[in-house]
């Protein structure tokens, strides 16, 4: 079975401050990890991917996210917040031979001027 | 442009009255999926298939059909619509589950 947890549905940064999106899952075998973006009214977006090849993976518009088996983690961070951020995002597993990922409940990111 | 179409992508209609959302992909991908997204609740999966003439049951399967005639098609029937099946309904696509999904642009359905 798996199963993803975000910790925080809305997240509230300023613009140019550190941006942390909290994402721990559950995993019987080593994993597959996603972020994914939502932006107003559009589909999901993949930002990046954990496959096992690195514990640090980078996405795109500068966001990154660390595998962290100790912890079964994978928070999503970017340096510097940046309006165009304002977001919904979701985090999602994909483990156990299933083809179909198991979706977070999803963080809002805020970003204030 | 390599996507995922669906249509409409606004939809308003009566309790009882058969639809049908479709979704198209250009990508050759084979497997497919739908999924709803409600406040609060993030995106669960209806139905999903992982080629032509093979559909599997996802979390939320109730009131919902599926068919995947084509490799390209995966269209989502309500036979019924009930007004707790209003949402916004997103398709996805994939040639290889372990690298991610393509998403459409959504249908959000509103029951009345």
């Known amino acids: 079975a798996q199963s993803v947890t975000q910790l925080g549905s809305h997240v509230s940064v300023s613009e140019g401050a550190l941006v942390l999106l909290r994402c721990n899952y559950s995993s019987s075998v080593p994993p597959y990890l996603f972020w994914y973006v939502q932006y107003p009214n559009q589909g999901l977006q993949l930002l990046l991917k954990?496959?096992?090849?690195?514990?640090l993976v980078k996405g795109i518009n500068g966001f990154e996210a660390e595998f962290k088996k100790s912890e079964t983690s994978f928070h999503l961070t970017k340096p510097s917040a940046h309006m165009s951020d304002a977001a919904e995002y979701f985090c999602?597993?994909?483990?156990?031979?299933?083809?179909?990922?198991?979706f977070g409940r999803g963080t809002s990111l805020i970003v204030h001027p | 442009e390599a996507q995922v179409t669906q249509n409409p992508r606004y939809l308003i209609t009566v309790t009882g009255k058969k639809l049908t959302v479709t979704c198209s992909q250009n990508?050759?991908?084979?497997?497919m999926s739908w999924y709803r997204q409600d406040p609060g609740l993030g995106l669960r999966q209806i139905y999903y298939?992982?080629?032509?003439?093979?559909?599997d049951k996802g979390d939320v399967p109730e009131g919902y059909k599926v068919s995947r005639k084509e490799k390209r098609n995966f269209p989502l029937i309500l036979e019924s619509p009930s007004p707790n099946q209003t949402s916004l309904y997103f398709c996805a696509s994939s040639r290889d589950p372990d690298y991610g999904y393509t998403f459409g642009s959504g249908t959000r359905l509103t029951v009345v």
């Open positions: 990508m050759n991908h084979e497997y």
């Open positions: 999602a597993v994909l483990s156990g031979g299933s083809y179909i990922p198991t």
């Open positions: 954990y496959t096992s090849a690195a514990t």
């Open positions: 298939s992982m080629n032509v003439e093979v559909t």
